[in-house]
C-alpha cells in the first residue's frame, strides 16, 4: 500500500479568500450546496461544525473531520469508518480582494491493483468537487 495522490486544477472564485475560508471550514455550511451533491451516489448527509457524515454506496457511512484550518489558505478533513484512509485538503489563494483561486487534494492510500482500478474515478470526483467549490456564490 502506498500513499497516491490525486489533485484538482486549480479553480478561480468570485470571492474573496475571507469569504471561501469560512464557508468551507465550518461544514454547517453544506446545507447550502446539498442540492449539488448527487442524490444517487451520497446519502444520509448529516454535518455540524467540524464534521459531515454520508453514505456512499457501496462503501457505507464515511464521515469526514476537519483535522486542521489554516485562516484563509487551507481546510484539511480527514475520513473515519473509511476502508482506506483518506485525507482531503483545501487550498486557497487570494487573487485581487474580491476574488480567490481553489485547489482540491487528496491523500489515499491504495495498493497498485486499486489505483489502476479506481484511481481515475477518484480524479474525476476530485476534479467535480473543486468544480463545485468553485461555482458557489460564497
Known amino acids: 500500500m502506498g500513499l497516491s495522490k490525486y489533485e484538482s ?7 474573496p479568500v475571507e469569504a471561501v475560508y469560512n464557508t468551507l471550514s465550518d461544514l454547517n455550511n453544506i446545507e447550502r450546496i446539498k442540492d449539488r451533491i448527487p442524490a444517487d451516489k451520497v446519502k444520509d448527509i448529516k454535518f455540524d461544525r467540524d464534521s459531515c457524515s454520508l453514505c456512499v454506496d457501496p462503501v457505507g457511512e464515511v464521515k469526514f473531520i476537519i483535522c486542521d484550518r489554516e485562516e484563509n489558505r487551507t481546510v484539511k478533513y480527514t475520513a473515519e469508518n473509511s476502508p482506506l484512509p483518506v485525507y482531503i485538503w483545501i487550498q486557497m489563494l487570494p487573487t485581487t480582494e474580491t476574488t480567490s483561486k481553489i485547489k482540491v487534494t487528496c491523500h489515499l492510500e491504495l495498493n497498485m491493483f486499486l489505483r489502476g482500478m479506481i484511481g481515475g474515478k477518484i480524479k474525476e470526483g476530485i476534479e467535480k468537487i473543486a468544480e463545485t467549490l468553485a461555482a458557489i456564490n460564497y
Open 9 to 15: 486544477s486549480v479553480k478561480s472564485v468570485n470571492s
